[in-house]
Protein backbone atom coordinates (compact mmCIF):
# COMPACT_ATOMS: atom_id res chain seq x y z
CA UNK A 1 0.00 0.00 0.00
CA UNK A 2 1.24 3.06 -0.58
CA UNK A 3 2.63 5.62 1.89
CA UNK A 4 0.59 8.12 3.07
CA UNK A 5 3.19 10.90 2.72
CA UNK A 6 3.59 9.46 -0.60
CA UNK A 7 0.56 10.08 -1.68
CA UNK A 8 0.25 13.53 -0.42
CA UNK A 9 3.22 14.43 -2.18
CA UNK A 10 2.37 13.12 -5.26
CA UNK A 11 -1.11 15.70 -4.87
CA UNK A 12 1.57 17.86 -4.81
CA UNK A 13 3.63 17.33 -7.37
CA UNK A 14 0.18 17.21 -9.51
CA UNK A 15 -0.10 20.81 -8.79
CA UNK A 16 3.63 22.15 -9.53
CA UNK A 17 3.06 20.05 -13.06
CA UNK A 18 -0.26 21.84 -13.22
CA UNK A 19 1.34 25.74 -12.76
CA UNK A 20 3.60 24.75 -15.18
CA UNK A 21 6.63 24.10 -12.68
CA UNK A 22 8.83 21.25 -12.24
CA UNK A 23 6.95 18.22 -9.90
CA UNK A 24 10.03 17.11 -8.03
CA UNK A 25 9.37 19.91 -6.48
CA UNK A 26 6.10 18.92 -5.02
CA UNK A 27 7.55 16.98 -2.06
CA UNK A 28 5.77 16.77 1.31
CA UNK A 29 6.82 16.41 4.54
CA UNK A 30 5.54 16.76 7.95
CA UNK A 31 5.18 20.41 9.76
CA UNK A 32 7.71 21.80 11.43
CA UNK A 33 4.57 24.06 12.96
CA UNK A 34 1.86 22.00 13.96
CA UNK A 35 0.17 24.50 15.23
CA UNK A 36 0.07 25.92 11.72
CA UNK A 37 -0.53 23.05 9.24
CA UNK A 38 -0.15 19.41 9.32
CA UNK A 39 2.38 19.27 6.86
CA UNK A 40 4.58 21.35 4.17
CA UNK A 41 5.99 21.66 0.87
CA UNK A 42 8.98 23.99 0.67
CA UNK A 43 9.42 23.32 -3.37
CA UNK A 44 8.58 26.99 -3.97
CA UNK A 45 11.83 28.29 -2.34
CA UNK A 46 13.86 25.82 -4.13
CA UNK A 47 11.95 26.63 -7.44
CA UNK A 48 12.75 30.49 -6.83
CA UNK A 49 16.54 30.21 -8.29
CA UNK A 50 15.48 27.75 -10.75
CA UNK A 51 12.23 29.92 -12.16
CA UNK A 52 14.01 33.05 -11.89
CA UNK A 53 10.72 34.45 -10.00
CA UNK A 54 9.40 35.09 -5.90
CA UNK A 55 9.00 31.98 -4.04
CA UNK A 56 5.55 33.01 -3.24
CA UNK A 57 4.67 33.83 -6.31
CA UNK A 58 5.28 30.08 -7.34
CA UNK A 59 3.57 28.98 -4.12
CA UNK A 60 0.79 31.08 -4.79
CA UNK A 61 0.23 29.38 -8.29
CA UNK A 62 0.90 26.07 -6.97
CA UNK A 63 -2.17 26.33 -3.99
CA UNK A 64 -4.36 27.88 -6.50
CA UNK A 65 -4.12 24.29 -8.30
CA UNK A 66 -5.17 22.79 -5.21
CA UNK A 67 -8.13 23.87 -4.99
CA UNK A 68 -10.02 21.27 -6.29
CA UNK A 69 -8.12 18.82 -4.81
CA UNK A 70 -9.47 15.55 -2.75
CA UNK A 71 -6.21 15.60 -0.78
CA UNK A 72 -6.25 19.08 0.30
CA UNK A 73 -8.26 20.77 2.49
CA UNK A 74 -6.47 23.94 2.62
CA UNK A 75 -3.27 24.54 0.95
CA UNK A 76 -1.78 28.23 2.16
CA UNK A 77 0.97 30.43 0.29
CA UNK A 78 2.79 31.90 2.75
CA UNK A 79 5.48 34.19 3.10
CA UNK A 80 8.52 34.25 1.29
CA UNK A 81 7.47 30.78 -0.31
CA UNK A 82 5.69 28.20 1.88
CA UNK A 83 3.19 25.84 1.26
CA UNK A 84 1.15 25.16 4.82
CA UNK A 85 -1.08 22.68 3.99
CA UNK A 86 -4.17 20.16 5.81
CA UNK A 87 -5.26 17.26 4.61
CA UNK A 88 -9.20 16.53 4.07
CA UNK A 89 -10.93 14.89 7.13
CA UNK A 90 -12.17 12.03 4.07
CA UNK A 91 -9.02 11.55 2.78
CA UNK A 92 -7.62 10.30 6.04
CA UNK A 93 -10.65 8.55 7.02
CA UNK A 94 -10.82 6.48 3.10
CA UNK A 95 -6.88 5.61 4.23
CA UNK A 96 -7.29 4.36 7.88
CA UNK A 97 -10.05 2.08 6.17
CA UNK A 98 -7.50 0.80 4.12
CA UNK A 99 -5.02 0.15 6.58
CA UNK A 100 -7.28 -1.91 8.62
CA UNK A 101 -8.56 -4.16 5.52
CA UNK A 102 -5.00 -4.34 4.57
CA UNK A 103 -2.60 -7.40 5.90
CA UNK A 104 0.12 -5.73 8.01
CA UNK A 105 -1.72 -2.30 7.92
CA UNK A 106 -0.27 -1.48 4.40
CA UNK A 107 3.15 -2.48 4.89
CA UNK A 108 4.14 -3.60 1.73
CA UNK A 109 6.03 -7.00 1.65
CA UNK A 110 9.48 -7.37 -0.21
CA UNK A 111 9.27 -9.14 -3.49
CA UNK A 112 11.71 -11.37 -2.43
CA UNK A 113 12.15 -11.61 1.22
CA UNK A 114 16.34 -11.76 2.42
CA UNK A 115 17.23 -14.36 4.24
CA UNK A 116 19.14 -12.81 7.65
CA UNK A 117 20.68 -14.11 10.50
CA UNK A 118 20.97 -12.27 13.49
CA UNK A 119 24.00 -13.18 15.66
CA UNK A 120 23.24 -11.88 19.26
CA UNK A 121 23.16 -12.78 23.03
CA UNK A 122 26.36 -14.26 22.74
CA UNK A 123 26.55 -14.84 26.89
CA UNK A 124 29.42 -17.36 27.73
CA UNK A 125 28.47 -20.49 29.05
CA UNK A 126 29.46 -20.95 32.97
CA UNK A 127 29.63 -17.04 33.65
CA UNK A 128 26.26 -15.69 34.80
CA UNK A 129 23.89 -13.19 32.88
CA UNK A 130 24.89 -9.84 33.88
CA UNK A 131 23.36 -6.61 32.58
CA UNK A 132 26.31 -6.18 30.06
CA UNK A 133 24.35 -8.84 28.39
CA UNK A 134 20.71 -7.27 28.31
CA UNK A 135 21.46 -5.08 25.68
CA UNK A 136 22.46 -7.50 23.22
CA UNK A 137 19.63 -9.98 23.41
CA UNK A 138 17.03 -7.40 24.36
CA UNK A 139 18.11 -4.85 20.82
CA UNK A 140 19.16 -8.36 18.81
CA UNK A 141 15.58 -10.03 19.85
CA UNK A 142 13.81 -6.76 18.45
CA UNK A 143 16.09 -6.18 15.69
CA UNK A 144 14.82 -9.97 14.65
CA UNK A 145 11.71 -9.36 15.26
CA UNK A 146 11.34 -6.31 13.09
CA UNK A 147 12.94 -7.78 10.27
CA UNK A 148 10.83 -11.00 10.61
CA UNK A 149 7.40 -8.21 10.65
CA UNK A 150 8.65 -6.45 7.38
CA UNK A 151 8.67 -10.05 5.72
CA UNK A 152 12.22 -11.00 6.00
CA UNK A 153 13.47 -14.76 6.54
CA UNK A 154 14.94 -14.93 9.85
CA UNK A 155 16.80 -17.13 12.22
CA UNK A 156 18.61 -15.78 15.19
CA UNK A 157 21.48 -17.42 16.47
CA UNK A 158 22.82 -16.99 20.18
CA UNK A 159 26.39 -18.15 19.78
CA UNK A 160 27.24 -19.36 22.74
CA UNK A 161 30.86 -18.22 24.17
CA UNK A 162 31.91 -22.10 24.26
CA UNK A 163 35.04 -22.93 23.64
CA UNK A 164 38.10 -21.00 24.74
CA UNK A 165 40.18 -20.84 27.55
CA UNK A 166 37.38 -20.39 30.21
CA UNK A 167 36.43 -23.94 29.43
CA UNK A 168 40.11 -25.12 30.63
CA UNK A 169 39.58 -22.59 33.38
CA UNK A 170 36.56 -25.10 34.63
CA UNK A 171 37.81 -27.90 34.03
CA UNK A 172 41.19 -27.34 35.76
CA UNK A 173 38.93 -25.87 38.87
CA UNK A 174 37.32 -28.85 38.97
CA UNK A 175 40.08 -30.99 38.80
CA UNK A 176 41.57 -29.29 41.90
CA UNK A 177 38.66 -29.81 44.28
CA UNK A 178 37.99 -33.24 43.01
CA UNK A 179 40.94 -35.10 41.18
CA UNK A 180 39.03 -38.49 41.63
CA UNK A 181 36.43 -37.81 39.45
CA UNK A 182 36.01 -40.47 36.47
CA UNK A 183 36.53 -38.10 33.55
CA UNK A 184 40.21 -37.14 34.66
CA UNK A 185 41.15 -41.05 34.64
CA UNK A 186 42.93 -41.23 31.30
CA UNK A 187 42.73 -45.28 31.55
CA UNK A 188 38.39 -45.06 32.34
CA UNK A 189 36.73 -46.67 29.31
CA UNK A 190 33.32 -47.15 30.32
CA UNK A 191 30.16 -44.68 30.11
CA UNK A 192 30.15 -41.34 32.01
CA UNK A 193 27.63 -40.58 34.27
CA UNK A 194 24.55 -38.77 33.15
CA UNK A 195 24.69 -36.13 36.23
CA UNK A 196 26.95 -33.35 36.05
CA UNK A 197 29.41 -33.64 39.42
CA UNK A 198 28.06 -29.35 40.00
CA UNK A 199 25.17 -27.09 40.32
CA UNK A 200 24.81 -24.14 38.15
CA UNK A 201 25.64 -22.34 41.44
CA UNK A 202 28.82 -23.88 42.10
CA UNK A 203 29.76 -23.21 38.24
CA UNK A 204 29.23 -19.76 38.39
CA UNK A 205 31.26 -19.40 41.57
CA UNK A 206 34.08 -21.91 40.47
CA UNK A 207 34.68 -19.95 37.02
CA UNK A 208 35.46 -16.49 38.78
CA UNK A 209 37.42 -18.51 41.44
CA UNK A 210 39.78 -20.04 38.53
CA UNK A 211 39.93 -17.25 36.35
CA UNK A 212 41.41 -15.27 39.32
CA UNK A 213 43.55 -17.80 39.96
CA UNK A 214 45.14 -18.11 36.94
CA UNK A 215 45.80 -14.23 36.78
CA UNK A 216 47.91 -14.58 39.87
CA UNK A 217 49.68 -18.37 39.31
CA UNK A 218 51.65 -18.98 35.82
CA UNK A 219 51.51 -22.39 36.84
CA UNK A 220 47.91 -22.84 37.05
CA UNK A 221 47.17 -21.32 33.69
CA UNK A 222 49.13 -23.16 32.17
CA UNK A 223 47.33 -25.84 33.14
CA UNK A 224 44.14 -24.34 31.98
CA UNK A 225 45.41 -24.04 28.78
CA UNK A 226 46.79 -27.17 28.67
CA UNK A 227 43.37 -28.70 29.74
CA UNK A 228 41.43 -26.44 27.07
CA UNK A 229 44.22 -28.11 24.61
CA UNK A 230 43.48 -31.10 25.60
CA UNK A 231 39.47 -30.55 25.48
CA UNK A 232 39.55 -29.13 22.08
CA UNK A 233 41.57 -32.00 20.64
CA UNK A 234 39.11 -34.31 21.98
CA UNK A 235 40.00 -36.53 25.51
CA UNK A 236 37.25 -38.30 26.28
CA UNK A 237 36.58 -37.08 29.81
CA UNK A 238 37.63 -33.63 28.83
CA UNK A 239 34.73 -34.06 26.58
CA UNK A 240 32.13 -35.67 28.69
CA UNK A 241 32.75 -32.90 31.31
CA UNK A 242 32.17 -30.10 28.81
CA UNK A 243 29.13 -31.16 27.82
CA UNK A 244 27.79 -31.38 31.39
CA UNK A 245 29.08 -27.65 31.62
CA UNK A 246 26.64 -26.70 28.43
CA UNK A 247 23.91 -28.91 29.65
CA UNK A 248 23.55 -26.85 32.68
CA UNK A 249 24.69 -23.64 31.77
CA UNK A 250 22.24 -23.73 28.50
CA UNK A 251 19.25 -24.69 31.04
CA UNK A 252 19.57 -21.83 33.33
CA UNK A 253 20.42 -19.55 30.03
CA UNK A 254 16.77 -20.56 28.78
CA UNK A 255 15.15 -20.03 31.72
CA UNK A 256 16.59 -16.71 31.78
CA UNK A 257 16.29 -15.67 28.14
CA UNK A 258 12.68 -17.13 28.61
CA UNK A 259 12.16 -14.33 31.07
CA UNK A 260 13.44 -11.38 28.90
CA UNK A 261 11.11 -12.89 26.06
CA UNK A 262 14.29 -13.43 24.13
CA UNK A 263 14.02 -16.70 22.43
CA UNK A 264 16.53 -18.10 19.81
CA UNK A 265 16.51 -20.52 16.88
CA UNK A 266 19.42 -21.63 17.10
CA UNK A 267 21.45 -22.39 19.68
CA UNK A 268 24.88 -22.73 18.46
CA UNK A 269 28.30 -21.92 19.41
CA UNK A 270 31.94 -21.31 19.24
CA UNK A 271 32.27 -24.93 19.66
CA UNK A 272 30.27 -26.00 16.72
CA UNK A 273 32.64 -25.03 14.10
CA UNK A 274 35.58 -26.62 15.84
CA UNK A 275 35.99 -29.38 13.04
CA UNK A 276 35.29 -26.74 9.68
CA UNK A 277 38.51 -24.91 11.27
CA UNK A 278 41.13 -27.06 9.75
CA UNK A 279 39.55 -26.47 6.54
CA UNK A 280 38.99 -23.24 6.52
CA UNK A 281 43.06 -22.50 7.58
CA UNK A 282 44.01 -24.95 4.54
CA UNK A 283 41.79 -23.12 2.26
CA UNK A 284 43.01 -19.58 3.36
CA UNK A 285 46.72 -20.94 3.60
CA UNK A 286 46.37 -22.47 -0.11
CA UNK A 287 44.96 -19.41 -2.21
CA UNK A 288 47.75 -17.41 -0.61
CA UNK A 289 45.25 -15.04 1.93
CA UNK A 290 46.94 -16.52 5.07
CA UNK A 291 50.87 -16.18 5.84
CA UNK A 292 53.07 -16.94 8.89
CA UNK A 293 54.23 -13.78 10.88
CA UNK A 294 55.90 -13.76 13.89
CA UNK A 295 55.21 -17.52 14.01
CA UNK A 296 51.54 -16.74 13.76
CA UNK A 297 48.72 -17.42 10.92
CA UNK A 298 47.69 -14.09 9.58
CA UNK A 299 45.57 -12.34 6.79
CA UNK A 300 46.21 -8.48 5.80
CA UNK A 301 43.32 -6.99 5.92
CA UNK A 302 44.43 -3.26 5.62
CA UNK A 303 43.06 -0.61 2.66
CA UNK A 304 44.47 2.12 1.02
CA UNK A 305 41.91 4.22 2.24
CA UNK A 306 41.95 3.86 5.86
CA UNK A 307 42.38 6.72 8.34
CA UNK A 308 43.61 4.92 11.11
CA UNK A 309 45.68 1.65 11.72
CA UNK A 310 43.72 -1.59 10.90
CA UNK A 311 45.79 -4.47 12.35
CA UNK A 312 46.09 -7.59 10.47
CA UNK A 313 43.71 -10.31 11.17
CA UNK A 314 45.02 -12.88 13.39
CA UNK A 315 43.54 -16.82 12.23
CA UNK A 316 45.59 -19.14 14.51
CA UNK A 317 48.21 -18.08 17.46
CA UNK A 318 51.71 -19.33 17.12
CA UNK A 319 50.94 -22.30 19.04
CA UNK A 320 48.24 -23.28 16.86
CA UNK A 321 45.38 -22.67 18.75
CA UNK A 322 42.38 -21.06 17.62
CA UNK A 323 41.04 -17.29 18.47
CA UNK A 324 38.13 -15.75 19.07
CA UNK A 325 38.32 -14.80 15.57
CA UNK A 326 39.17 -17.70 14.31
CA UNK A 327 35.77 -19.41 15.36
CA UNK A 328 33.69 -16.31 13.86
CA UNK A 329 35.19 -16.45 10.56
CA UNK A 330 35.02 -20.48 10.56
CA UNK A 331 31.23 -19.85 11.68
CA UNK A 332 30.60 -17.64 8.69
CA UNK A 333 31.49 -20.29 6.79
CA UNK A 334 29.17 -22.13 7.76
CA UNK A 335 26.55 -20.29 7.83
CA UNK A 336 26.93 -19.16 4.15
CA UNK A 337 27.38 -23.59 3.53
CA UNK A 338 24.35 -24.11 5.68
CA UNK A 339 21.98 -21.09 5.62
CA UNK A 340 23.04 -19.09 2.61
CA UNK A 341 21.74 -15.94 4.12
CA UNK A 342 21.90 -12.52 2.60
CA UNK A 343 22.88 -10.60 5.36
CA UNK A 344 24.31 -11.34 8.98
CA UNK A 345 23.77 -8.89 11.74
CA UNK A 346 26.22 -8.80 15.25
CA UNK A 347 24.87 -7.30 18.28
CA UNK A 348 27.57 -6.71 20.29
CA UNK A 349 28.83 -3.83 22.81
CA UNK A 350 30.43 -1.13 20.42
CA UNK A 351 33.57 -2.03 21.75
CA UNK A 352 34.14 -4.86 19.41
CA UNK A 353 33.80 -2.33 16.22
CA UNK A 354 37.00 -2.92 14.97
CA UNK A 355 37.33 -6.51 15.85
CA UNK A 356 34.09 -6.57 14.07
CA UNK A 357 35.63 -4.64 10.94
CA UNK A 358 38.81 -6.79 10.34
CA UNK A 359 36.66 -10.18 10.57
CA UNK A 360 34.08 -8.90 8.30
CA UNK A 361 36.74 -7.56 5.39
CA UNK A 362 38.93 -10.38 5.94
CA UNK A 363 35.66 -13.14 5.52
CA UNK A 364 35.50 -10.56 2.07
CA UNK A 365 39.07 -10.56 0.81
CA UNK A 366 38.79 -14.69 1.51
CA UNK A 367 35.53 -15.11 -0.19
CA UNK A 368 34.16 -16.62 2.58
CA UNK A 369 30.94 -14.36 1.52
CA UNK A 370 29.53 -13.43 -1.70
CA UNK A 371 29.84 -9.66 -2.66
CA UNK A 372 26.84 -8.84 -2.22
CA UNK A 373 26.15 -10.37 1.53
CA UNK A 374 25.71 -7.84 3.71
CA UNK A 375 27.79 -7.75 6.85
CA UNK A 376 26.57 -5.45 9.67
CA UNK A 377 27.68 -4.98 12.92
CA UNK A 378 25.63 -2.96 15.46
CA UNK A 379 27.58 -1.91 18.51
CA UNK A 380 25.51 -0.38 21.31
CA UNK A 381 26.71 1.77 24.08
CA UNK A 382 26.89 0.99 27.58
CA UNK A 383 24.35 0.91 30.49
CA UNK A 384 24.93 3.39 32.92
CA UNK A 385 23.86 4.18 36.41
CA UNK A 386 22.93 7.32 37.61
CA UNK A 387 26.31 8.43 38.41
CA UNK A 388 26.87 8.53 35.07
CA UNK A 389 29.35 5.19 35.42
CA UNK A 390 28.82 1.81 33.97
CA UNK A 391 25.89 -0.06 36.06
CA UNK A 392 27.20 -1.81 39.27
CA UNK A 393 24.99 -2.96 41.85
CA UNK A 394 25.15 -0.55 45.28
CA UNK A 395 28.07 -2.05 46.49
CA UNK A 396 29.83 -1.48 43.57
CA UNK A 397 29.78 -5.51 41.97
CA UNK A 398 28.74 -6.51 38.82
CA UNK A 399 25.03 -6.59 39.09
CA UNK A 400 23.61 -10.14 37.77
CA UNK A 401 20.86 -9.93 35.12
CA UNK A 402 18.23 -11.42 37.02
CA UNK A 403 18.97 -9.23 40.31
CA UNK A 404 18.20 -6.22 38.56
CA UNK A 405 14.79 -7.97 36.58
CA UNK A 406 13.75 -9.27 40.75
CA UNK A 407 14.68 -5.73 42.02
CA UNK A 408 12.25 -3.75 38.60
CA UNK A 409 9.64 -6.73 39.37
CA UNK A 410 9.09 -5.47 42.83
CA UNK A 411 9.15 -1.74 42.22
CA UNK A 412 6.62 -2.25 40.09
CA UNK A 413 4.45 -4.69 42.21
CA UNK A 414 4.71 -1.86 45.15
CA UNK A 415 3.29 0.56 42.20
CA UNK A 416 0.63 -1.53 41.22
CA UNK A 417 -0.37 -2.86 45.12
CA UNK A 418 0.05 1.31 46.04
CA UNK A 419 -3.33 2.24 47.52
CA UNK A 420 -5.18 -0.68 45.76
CA UNK A 421 -7.06 -3.75 46.04
CA UNK A 422 -5.56 -6.23 44.25
CA UNK A 423 -5.25 -9.87 44.25
CA UNK A 424 -1.19 -11.03 45.07
CA UNK A 425 -1.33 -13.45 42.33
CA UNK A 426 -2.45 -11.38 39.56
CA UNK A 427 -0.71 -8.05 41.01
CA UNK A 428 2.97 -10.12 40.58
CA UNK A 429 2.05 -11.77 37.02
CA UNK A 430 0.87 -8.02 36.27
CA UNK A 431 4.52 -6.43 37.99
CA UNK A 432 6.25 -8.72 35.77
CA UNK A 433 4.90 -7.82 32.53
CA UNK A 434 5.04 -4.10 33.23
CA UNK A 435 8.66 -4.52 34.37
CA UNK A 436 9.80 -6.25 31.30
CA UNK A 437 8.03 -3.48 29.13
CA UNK A 438 9.77 -1.13 31.21
CA UNK A 439 13.17 -2.48 31.15
CA UNK A 440 12.76 -2.70 27.54
CA UNK A 441 11.63 0.04 26.54
CA UNK A 442 14.03 2.18 28.71
CA UNK A 443 17.01 0.40 26.11
CA UNK A 444 15.56 0.50 23.02
CA UNK A 445 14.35 3.66 23.39
CA UNK A 446 16.89 5.17 22.85
CA UNK A 447 19.33 4.95 19.45
CA UNK A 448 21.37 1.58 20.18
CA UNK A 449 24.94 3.12 19.65
CA UNK A 450 24.31 5.58 22.84
CA UNK A 451 25.23 5.01 26.26
CA UNK A 452 22.92 5.28 28.48
CA UNK A 453 21.74 5.57 31.92
CA UNK A 454 19.53 2.82 33.71
CA UNK A 455 17.10 5.37 35.70
CA UNK A 456 14.63 2.65 37.44
CA UNK A 457 12.51 5.34 38.89
CA UNK A 458 11.84 6.88 35.57
CA UNK A 459 11.73 3.48 33.43
CA UNK A 460 9.42 2.54 35.90
CA UNK A 461 6.79 5.61 35.96
CA UNK A 462 3.64 5.48 34.19
CA UNK A 463 3.95 8.97 32.61
CA UNK A 464 6.27 10.12 30.17
CA UNK A 465 8.48 8.68 27.77
CA UNK A 466 8.12 4.94 29.38
CA UNK A 467 7.45 1.77 28.39
CA UNK A 468 4.29 1.46 31.36
CA UNK A 469 2.48 4.56 30.00
CA UNK A 470 2.62 3.00 26.53
CA UNK A 471 1.06 -0.25 27.98
CA UNK A 472 -1.14 2.19 30.28
CA UNK A 473 -2.42 3.21 27.29
CA UNK A 474 -3.00 0.21 26.00
CA UNK A 475 -4.94 -1.11 28.90
CA UNK A 476 -7.02 2.36 28.91
CA UNK A 477 -8.53 1.42 25.34
CA UNK A 478 -9.13 -2.18 25.87
CA UNK A 479 -11.06 -0.94 29.25
CA UNK A 480 -13.05 1.57 27.44
CA UNK A 481 -13.77 -1.12 24.55
CA UNK A 482 -15.23 -3.71 27.72
CA UNK A 483 -17.53 -1.13 28.75
CA UNK A 484 -18.63 -0.51 25.71
CA UNK A 485 -19.34 -4.11 25.09
CA UNK A 486 -20.78 -4.66 28.79
CA UNK A 487 -23.29 -1.75 27.52
CA UNK A 488 -24.26 -4.25 24.90
CA UNK A 489 -22.31 -2.24 22.32
CA UNK A 490 -20.35 -4.32 19.32
CA UNK A 491 -16.80 -4.36 18.96
CA UNK A 492 -16.08 -5.86 15.30
CA UNK A 493 -17.14 -4.66 12.34
CA UNK A 494 -17.71 -1.11 12.89
CA UNK A 495 -16.83 1.23 10.33
CA UNK A 496 -14.14 4.41 11.08
CA UNK A 497 -16.14 7.83 10.61
CA UNK A 498 -14.38 11.13 9.71
CA UNK A 499 -12.97 13.09 12.30
CA UNK A 500 -15.25 15.94 14.37
CA UNK A 501 -12.41 17.13 16.25
CA UNK A 502 -8.27 18.44 15.89
CA UNK A 503 -7.57 15.67 18.20
CA UNK A 504 -9.14 13.16 16.74
CA UNK A 505 -7.77 13.81 13.07
CA UNK A 506 -4.71 14.05 14.89
CA UNK A 507 -4.92 10.82 15.88
CA UNK A 508 -5.97 9.74 13.01
CA UNK A 509 -2.84 11.47 11.33
CA UNK A 510 -0.57 9.36 13.52
CA UNK A 511 -2.17 6.13 12.72
CA UNK A 512 -1.53 6.72 9.16
CA UNK A 513 2.27 6.82 9.66
CA UNK A 514 2.76 3.65 10.83
CA UNK A 515 3.99 1.68 7.33
CA UNK A 516 6.24 4.55 6.81
CA UNK A 517 7.85 4.09 10.36
CA UNK A 518 8.04 0.30 9.83
CA UNK A 519 9.43 0.78 6.87
CA UNK A 520 12.82 2.70 8.23
CA UNK A 521 12.68 0.70 11.64
CA UNK A 522 13.52 -2.06 9.25
CA UNK A 523 15.95 -0.07 7.02
CA UNK A 524 18.29 1.56 9.49
CA UNK A 525 17.86 -1.58 12.09
CA UNK A 526 16.19 1.26 14.20
CA UNK A 527 13.74 0.14 17.51
CA UNK A 528 14.16 3.86 18.64
CA UNK A 529 11.82 4.84 15.74
CA UNK A 530 9.10 2.27 16.80
CA UNK A 531 9.43 3.58 20.55
CA UNK A 532 9.37 7.13 19.08
CA UNK A 533 6.32 6.38 17.14
CA UNK A 534 4.41 4.82 19.90
CA UNK A 535 5.13 7.61 22.19
CA UNK A 536 3.50 9.78 19.75
CA UNK A 537 0.38 7.69 19.10
CA UNK A 538 -0.12 6.87 22.54
CA UNK A 539 0.20 10.82 23.25
CA UNK A 540 -2.02 11.55 20.74
CA UNK A 541 -4.55 9.10 22.06
CA UNK A 542 -4.77 9.88 25.53
CA UNK A 543 -5.20 14.19 24.48
CA UNK A 544 -7.94 12.64 22.10
CA UNK A 545 -9.36 10.43 25.08
CA UNK A 546 -9.22 13.33 27.30
CA UNK A 547 -10.99 15.42 25.39
CA UNK A 548 -13.81 12.82 23.96
CA UNK A 549 -16.77 11.32 26.35
CA UNK A 550 -16.65 7.89 24.22
CA UNK A 551 -18.57 5.12 26.12
CA UNK A 552 -21.24 7.72 27.20
CA UNK A 553 -21.83 9.17 23.67
CA UNK A 554 -25.11 9.05 22.34
CA UNK A 555 -25.02 9.62 18.45
CA UNK A 556 -24.62 5.97 17.49
CA UNK A 557 -22.69 6.91 14.64
CA UNK A 558 -20.08 8.75 15.82
CA UNK A 559 -19.66 6.00 18.47
CA UNK A 560 -19.29 3.28 16.21
CA UNK A 561 -16.79 5.25 14.56
CA UNK A 562 -14.66 5.63 17.22
CA UNK A 563 -14.94 1.90 18.40
CA UNK A 564 -13.29 1.14 15.02
CA UNK A 565 -10.46 3.99 15.90
CA UNK A 566 -9.63 2.47 19.29
CA UNK A 567 -9.29 -0.80 18.16
CA UNK A 568 -7.13 0.48 15.03
CA UNK A 569 -5.19 2.12 17.70
CA UNK A 570 -4.72 -1.07 20.03
CA UNK A 571 -3.72 -3.09 17.27
CA UNK A 572 -1.11 -0.92 16.12
CA UNK A 573 0.36 0.03 19.43
CA UNK A 574 0.18 -4.27 20.24
CA UNK A 575 1.73 -4.86 17.28
CA UNK A 576 4.75 -2.64 17.91
CA UNK A 577 5.52 -3.78 20.96
CA UNK A 578 5.33 -6.96 19.94
CA UNK A 579 7.77 -6.59 17.46
CA UNK A 580 9.76 -4.27 20.60
CA UNK A 581 9.78 -7.79 22.21
CA UNK A 582 7.04 -7.43 25.16
CA UNK A 583 3.80 -7.69 25.94
CA UNK A 584 0.45 -5.62 27.62
CA UNK A 585 -1.34 -6.78 30.06
CA UNK A 586 -5.45 -6.87 30.57
CA UNK A 587 -5.75 -4.46 33.27
CA UNK A 588 -3.31 -2.82 35.50
N1 LIG B 1 30.63 -14.16 23.62
C1 LIG B 1 31.05 -12.90 23.09
C2 LIG B 1 31.39 -11.93 24.21
O1 LIG B 1 31.04 -12.17 25.35
C3 LIG B 1 29.99 -12.26 22.22
C4 LIG B 1 29.67 -13.01 20.97
C5 LIG B 1 29.18 -12.11 19.87
N2 LIG B 1 28.99 -12.79 18.62
C6 LIG B 1 29.97 -13.12 17.78
N3 LIG B 1 29.67 -13.79 16.70
N4 LIG B 1 31.21 -12.78 18.01
O2 LIG B 1 32.03 -10.93 23.94
Not at 344 to 349: A, G, P, S, V
Request: aromatic content about 10%; overall charge negative; proline content about 4%.
Amino acid sequence: MKKFLDLISEEMKNAFEASGYDRELGKVTLSNRPDLCEYQCNGAMAGAKLYKKAPIMIAGDVAEKCKDSNVFLSVEAVPPGFLNIKVKESFVTDYLTQMSNATKFGLDMPEKPNRIIVDYGGPNVAKPLHVGHLRSGVIGESIKRIARYAGHEVIGDIHLGDWGLQMGLIITELKERQPDLVYFDDDYQGEYPKEAPFTISELEEIYPTASSKSKEDAAYKERAMEATFKLQSGVRGYRALWNHIIDVSVTDLKRNYQNLNVDFDLWKGESDVHDVIPGMVEYMKKEGYAYISDGALVVDVKEETDTKEIPPCMILKSDGASLYNTTDLATIMERMREYHPDRLIYLTDKRQELYFEQVFRCARKTKLVEPETELLHIGFGTMNGKDGKPFKTREGGVMRLESLIEEINDEMYRKITDNRQVEEEEARQTAKVVALAAIKYGDLSNQASKDYIFDIDKFTSFEGDTGPYILYTIVRIKSILNKIKEQGGTIEGNVLKEACSDSEKALMLEIAGFNAMMESAYMETAPHKICAYIYELANAFNRFYHETKIVAQEDAGKKSGWVALLLLTRDILETCIDVLGFTAPERM
